[in-house]
């Protein structure tokens, strides 16, 4: 059974960064499209960026994009998001998601019903 573990989350001050993991564990990284998704309170779950092996393809949600960065790390199964210069607007759950339509991030890689495989979440909190 696959599962979808997150960690790297925690309180950091604004500009700062951090630095979050999805370890994909059961399966195959390549088998995979990953997704990052975030929700805050009272607001809908936002997708931020996508990754596949498919074409080493990676999408991201223009708002955000000039300021994370997703990557893979093969041989731990494990996808990085990377996050830079985060603002109290940041703060929220982060998620990872799975599936196993590797061309996903092709398309509707920022909706959450795409994806058939979800991790607990890490929560970010971004203040001073």
């Known amino acids: 059974q696959l599962q979808l573990v997150e960690s790297g989350g925690g309180l950091v001050q604004p500009g700062g960064s951090l630095r979050l993991s999805c370890e994909v564990i059961g399966f195959p990284l390549d088998d995979y499209a990953i997704g990052w998704f975030r929700q805050a309170p009272g607001r809908e779950r936002e997708g931020l960026t996508c990754i596949s092996s498919f074409t080493d393809n990676t999408k991201y949600t223009d708002s955000v994009k000039a300021r994370i960065t997703v990557s893979r790390g093969d041989a731990e199964n494990t996808v990085y998001l990377q996050m830079d210069n985060l603002e109290p607007e940041d703060t929220a759950v982060y998620y990872c998601?799975?599936?196993?339509?590797?061309?996903?991030?092709?398309?509707?890689?920022?909706?959450?019903?795409?994806?058939?495989?979800w991790g607990q979440g890490t929560q970010v909190t971004v203040s001073s």
């Open positions: 998601a799975a599936d196993t339509d590797r061309k996903l991030c092709y398309s509707d890689f920022y909706q959450p019903w795409a994806y058939n495989t």
